[in-house]
T-cell receptor, first 115, second 114 residues
Framework: AQKITQTQPGMFVQEKEAVTLDCTYD???????LFWYKQPSSGEMIFLIY??????QNATEGRYSLNFQKARKSANLVISASQLGDSAMYFC????????????FGPGTRLSVLP | DVKVTQSSRYLVKRTGEKVFLECVQD?????MFWYRQDPGLGLRLIYF???????EKGDIPEGYSVSREKKERFSLILESASTNQTSMYLC?????????????FGDGTRLSIL
């Protein structure tokens, strides 16, 4: 069964510093996608970044980058130059190839950015 | 941009009432999902649908039903609301196939059952 682990229930970071949120996954499907979502206190889930299992390069989207280590089955999110508005819950998720409901979410990490 | 719209951000109902949560997406996605989210428990899948009139149970379907009469609309129904159904409800949609396709979420409905 596919599984996502986020070992950090909570993280603190100083404003303007970089922070890494950990995510490890488990799957036997060679084709899969990894996603990160942000959920601020208002509740909406915002899609941040995607990494495909066959991608040779780490994904980047603005201040977000994904440190993808396929052999270790890890897909850590790096946020550079943290801002107060980055304070939120962050969820790692995985989708395997094929049809149907094959999406699984991790338990989340709560990030607090300190002024 | 994909738009997933949930009918209410906040909703207060009484025990025993029949409650309808509506979700509409505008991107012609085949898959639609209903999750509930509770502190410490993460996102738990209630039901999903991969086509009109098709539905599949998720992890916690008890006490809920769903309806998908049109491709763009997926409704969650609490047949007889109970206080333990007080929660945040999130609707999502995605294309039916492709490991590179994310789920897109609505803003969520905070439901309180009194």
């Amino acid at each position: 069964a596919q599984k996502i682990t986020q070992t950090q229930p909570g993280m603190f970071v100083q404003e303007k510093e970089a922070v890494t949120l950990d995510c490890t996954y488990d799957t036997s499907d060679p084709s899969y996608g990894l996603f990160w979502y942000k959920q601020p206190s208002s509740g909406e889930m915002i899609f941040l970044i995607y990494q495909g299992s066959y991608d040779q390069q780490n994904a980047t989207e603005g201040r977000y980058s994904l440190n993808f280590q396929k052999a270790r089955k890890s897909a850590n999110l790096v946020i550079s130059a943290s801002q107060l508005g980055d304070s939120a819950m962050y969820f790692c998720a995985m989708r395997e190839g094929g049809y149907g409901q094959n999406f699984v979410f991790g338990p989340g990490t709560r990030l607090s950015v300190l002024p | 941009d994909v738009k997933v719209t949930q009918s209410s951000r906040y909703l207060v109902k009484r025990t025993g009432e029949k409650v309808f949560l509506e979700c509409v997406q505008d991107m012609d996605h085949e898959n639609m999902f209903w999750y509930r989210q509770d502190p410490g428990l993460g996102l738990r899948l209630i039901y999903f649908s991969y086509d009109v009139k098709m539905k599949e149970k998720g992890d916690i379907p008890e006490g809920y039903s769903v309806s998908r009469e049109k491709k763009e609309r997926f409704s969650l129904i609490l047949e007889s609301a109970s206080t333990n159904q007080t929660s945040m409800y999130l609707c999502a949609s995605s294309l039916i196939q492709g490991s590179n396709q994310p789920q897109h979420f609505g803003d969520g409905t905070r439901l309180s059952i009194l």
